[in-house]
């Protein structure tokens, strides 16, 4: 069970708007349309921002988006703010009825 | 409004076996769908999924530590227990509990989520002699 594949870091700066990726395998991402996201602030638990690909929990921020493209997934954040530096980490079902997360990918808003 | 909050011991001795309790509120683990997981992250490193329990006592392991796991739930006492045998230094770890809501089924098809929508706020476990 290897972890899905995100990009260790990406940089933005405010009101621009950035693209994580989260490469796995026919075997989780590209299965399955159960790839989730979720925010991590320091020393914070993580919080879900996305989930079943594109769909965002009441109370997230429109600028939160997610798409899926065979065994790639993408989280956008348009707009970016301050507060969205964090670290992002993607997680998905498996074909052995197990979860996989990404390496997560650390955000910094310039 | 659901929340989840874990408890355990902070320092474990290699060798040891590690019990931590996941307390909920909020939700039932009788309700149909419903599961409760846990989740690590060593320090500085990524997540790391470990294990489900649904409410109808199906669980779920991580396969490379499926030998040292077990997951089990007491839904009068709102609690879920994880245990871990024959800790080591690398799982010294934040370990999360995390709820997964329940499905629905409409007259053409049923749905399951297969995701995390509420986490508790994590307990560091450090494991050293």
């Known amino acids: 069970q290897s972890a899905l594949t995100q990009p260790a870091s990406v940089s933005g700066s405010p009101g621009q708007s950035i693209t994580i990726s989260c490469t796995g395998t026919?075997?989780?991402?590209?299965?399955?349309?159960?790839v989730s996201w979720y925010q991590q602030h320091p020393g914070k638990a993580p919080k879900l921002m996305i989930y079943d690909v594109a769909n965002r929990p009441s109370g997230v921020s429109n600028r939160f988006s997610g798409s899926k493209s065979g065994n790639t997934a993408s989280l956008t954040i348009s707009g970016l703010q301050a507060e969205d530096e964090a670290d992002y980490y993607c997680s998905s079902y498996t074909s052995s009825d197990t979860w996989v997360f990404g390496g997560g990918t650390k955000l910094t808003v310039l | 409004q659901i929340t989840l909050k874990e408890s355990g011991p902070t320092l474990v001795t290699p060798t040891q076996t590690l019990t931590l309790t996941c307390s909920f509120s909020g939700f039932s683990l009788n309700t149909g769908g419903v599961g409760v997981g846990w989740i690590r992250q060593p320090p500085g490193k990524a997540l790391e999924w470990l294990a489900l329990i649904y409410w109808n006592d199906d669980e779920r392991y991580r396969p490379s530590l499926k030998s040292r796991l077990a997951i089990t739930k007491d839904p009068s006492k709102n609690q879920v227990v994880l245990t871990m045998t024959n800790m080591d230094p690398v799982d010294t770890a934040t370990y999360y509990c995390s709820h997964i809501p329940p499905g629905f089924c409409s007259p053409s098809t049923c749905y399951t989520p297969y995701y995390f929508d509420y986490w508790g706020q994590g307990s560091l476990v450090t494991v050293s002699s």
């Open positions: 026919s075997s989780d991402v590209g299965g399955y349309n159960y």
